[in-house]
Every structure is written in C-alpha cells, then in structure tokens.
C-alpha cells in the first residue's frame, strides 16, 4: 500500500466499520499510539464523534507495543475492559514493535478483562509476538494486508465474527454484454444510509459473441489472377444472431453468404474467393454487421517483399506511330490480369477530349478496326481497369435520317458535335466551329 495514501485508506476503511455498528446494541472508542498511548475517543455510539476521532489521526513516529495495548490506565486493553458489551479490540499497525513487547502481560490483563484482541499488520507479517497475543485472547491475525479491498473485508471478516453478522448473497440479471469486461457496481444500504463500490468480471454466459475459426484466416501465394476458394466458420456463442451484411475493405476478396441466421451454438460455412493481383502483402478487414455485437475478422494473403502490383501499362502504340485513316491496328497492354477488363480510349487533342472505342477489352491485346478521322498529329491511348472507371465516356451515336442537299448529317445526342458526310469521308466537328 503506497505510503502516500495508505493513511487515507485506514481512515475510510475504519469509517466504514463504524457505518456498521448498530447504534442500539454496540458501543466504540478510538485509541492511538506511538511512542506513548492516546485516547482518541471514549466510549459513545455518536457515529459522528466517532468519526471525527478517526478523521483526526495522523501518522506518528515511533512503533511501542506495550504502550498500545498497557499505556496509562492498561491502554486500550483498560479502556475495553469498560465496555458494556462484549469487549474487542482491533489493533492496526503498519510497522514492526521497537521493543521485544511484555507478551505474557498483555495476554494476562486481556484474559482477566474478557477482551479479544484481533490484529491488522498492514504490508508486513506478524511476529511471534502478535500470534501469541491474538491467538490466546480469542481473536486471529490479519498480515501483510496491501490494498484497500484485503483492509475493507478484513474489517468485515472481524464484524462479522464479533457481531455475528449474517451475511446475504445479493444476484442481479444484467443485460448480455459484447465484451468480457470489469463492470463497476454499487450497493446501498438504506437503513445505515452506507454504500460501497466494486467491480465484477461479466460470467461467460452474460457474454454473446460470434466466434470465428480460426480466428486469422492466412491464405499465403496464390497465382496472380486466377482466383482461389477457400472458408472459415463462425459460430453464435450465448444467443442468436441475424447477420445482415459483411463488408470487405478489400473488393480482392469476396465473401458468401452474407446475409444469415444462427441459433446460439450454431456454426455456418462462410466461403471466401481470393483473385490477386500480386504476390505482395494484402488483406481485409471483414465487417459482420448484425444488431447486437459487430464483429470484426482479418484475412491476409500475400508476404511481405512479394511482387507487387505493377501500373497498367500500354504497350503499343506508345508514341511515334503512323496510321492511315481507316486501317486497322493492334492496341496491346500489360501488367494487369489477362481476365481483367479494360476501357480504351483515344484523344486527338493531346487529351483535352476523349472517345472511347471499348469497354469489354481484355486478353492484353484488342484489334482496332477501321481508324476514324480526323488526321492528327497530336493522337493518344488511354487503357484504364473496367472496375476503376466511375463513368464511361459516351460513344458517337449517329442516325444518316438527316440531309442537306447532298450531304448526310447529324447532331451528337449531347448537341456539343455535329456529324455529317461528303462523298468520301465523314467527318466529326465541335459545334463551335
């Protein structure tokens, strides 16, 4: 017990043993010593003098036995032995006696006055001295007492068996918990108007969870691309549970079901589908979102230093080339998934606009046929992953139901291009023209 506070314990513990007195039938006095024997409070079963006796003690030097239980008129073995009722003394000290004590006297005056002696050593252990003197008189032998809570039941432990003081179990049902936790509670007890507070660890059974096996599910190097199957199990512990969603923050790894019910002890199959992109270190966090206890489940894949994703890459063209309008070419690309689809698109401004010729490519590799107008020289390909795209770019939609004159034309359904043809080409302009 920290010598700080260790003062301010003993005065609370020992207000709370005068809580406990029953003001009919009991009486107390409050004694102290050191070098010498003081008498603190008389006799009274004024609760309040009591307590400004207690709340009045201050730490001394010095650690006289003889004087605690023999000082002037017998210290406090004297002034029990004017007690009305059954006559006990509680001797609390946190230090070892300065002197080998007179054992055999404090026994004698103690025995001739009917008094029991019961001993609180506070952080040390008992001497010889201190079991002869408790064990002899009636009482017993508290040691090495080093908190608050050892110091409160000891002191309920010695009201008890001097006060024969019954004892009840108190049980309460608490709504199940989420987590094992330490829960603070607190007791009252309205006729001595006296509460106390302590804390309980929530039994197995207040607790429902869901429980995963294993409880890391670890899929390691698998071919990049192609997708791996594997599963865990979750079973309901304590009640039943309605899973309504599982959210992945990672699209590479897909879960089913999704949505279920189990019963309390039920297990269900969650199947889980891997497609990496990489060998380097991945993974998700999996929500299972439900309406009593959320529940959070990692999968990692991958190792640390594996290859890592490389950036989508267009391979030809690249720069340099020259097409000639209306003749075909291969537009091809690489570090991605063969089985990864991919939007193509071209810009004949440097980028400032773009037009997409496909959005279902994929194998690495897509013939484009036919080359558009307009001659440039300011010409560029773009290929993006399908899934990255937040909106695609909508083709040229042209209807030849329109003439002028000889000419065919047309606007773009966004009314920004106009369309129309001569006897040899078609051709795409920008209504600011």
């Not at 207690?54 to 001394?60: A, D, E, H, R, T």
Request: hydrophobic share 35%.
């Amino acid at each position: 017990m920290a010598e700080n506070n260790k003062m301010e314990i003993v005065k609370a513990t020992a207000n709370l043993w005068v809580d406990l007195l029953d003001e009919k039938n009991s009486e107390c006095s409050i004694t102290s010593f050191d070098h010498s024997f003081y008498l603190n409070q008389d006799f009274t079963n004024n609760k309040g003098k009591l307590k400004v006796a207690i709340n009045s003690l201050q730490p001394m030097f010095g650690t006289n036995y003889d004087a605690a239980f023999l000082g002037p008129k017998f210290g406090s073995i004297g002034v029990a032995a004017k007690g009305k009722y059954k006559r006990v003394v509680i001797f609390l000290t946190d230090g070892q006696p300065n002197n080998e004590p007179k054992v055999d006297e404090i026994i004698s005056e103690a025995l001739k006055n009917n008094v029991k002696i019961f001993s609180i050593l506070v952080d040390i252990p008992s001497s010889q001295s201190v079991y002869d003197i408790s064990n002899t008189t009636g009482g017993k032998v508290f040691e090495k007492i080093s908190n608050e809570k050892e110091l409160f039941d000891t002191f309920v432990l010695i009201s008890s068996i001097t006060h024969r003081t019954v004892f009840c179990d108190i049980e309460w049902l608490s709504a199940q918990q989420c987590l094992s936790t330490s829960t603070i509670f607190e007791i009252k007890y309205l006729p001595l108007q006296i509460s106390r507070k302590s804390n309980y660890t929530i039994p197995y059974k207040g607790i429902a969870f869901l429980k995963p096996s294993p409880l890391l599910l670890r899929i390691g190097i698998k071919p990049i691309g192609v997708s791996f199957d594997t599963n865990f199990f979750i079973t309901a512990v304590n009640r039943m549970f309605v899973v309504t969603d599982i959210i992945s923050t990672n699209p590479d790894f897909e879960v089913n079901p999704k949505q279920f019910s189990l019963e309390d002890g039920e297990t269900i199959q969650i199947n889980v589908r891997y497609t990496p992109k990489d060998t380097s270190y991945s993974f998700t966090s999996l929500t299972f979102v439900n309406d009593f206890c959320p529940l959070q489940y990692f999968i990692i894949a991958g190792k640390y230093g594996g290859r890592k994703q490389k950036n989508l890459e267009v391979v030809h063209p690249n720069g340099r080339e020259i097409f000639g309008l209306g003749s075909d070419t291969v537009v091809r690309w690489r570090n991605i998934s063969p089985a990864d689809t991919v939007v193509i698109e071209y810009s004949t401004n440097s980028g400032n606009d773009w037009r997409v010729l496909t959005d279902t490519a994929s194998g690495l590799s897509w013939v484009w046929k036919n080359i558009p107008p307009p001659k440039s020289d300011n010409c560029l390909i773009r290929i993006t992953r399908k899934e990255e795209r937040d909106t695609l770019i909508e083709r040229y939609s042209l209807d030849w139901s329109l003439r002028y004159n000889s000419d065919v034309f047309n606007w773009h359904p966004s009314y920004e291009y106009i369309a129309y043809s001569d006897a040899n080409r078609v051709r795409v302009v920008d209504r600011q023209f």
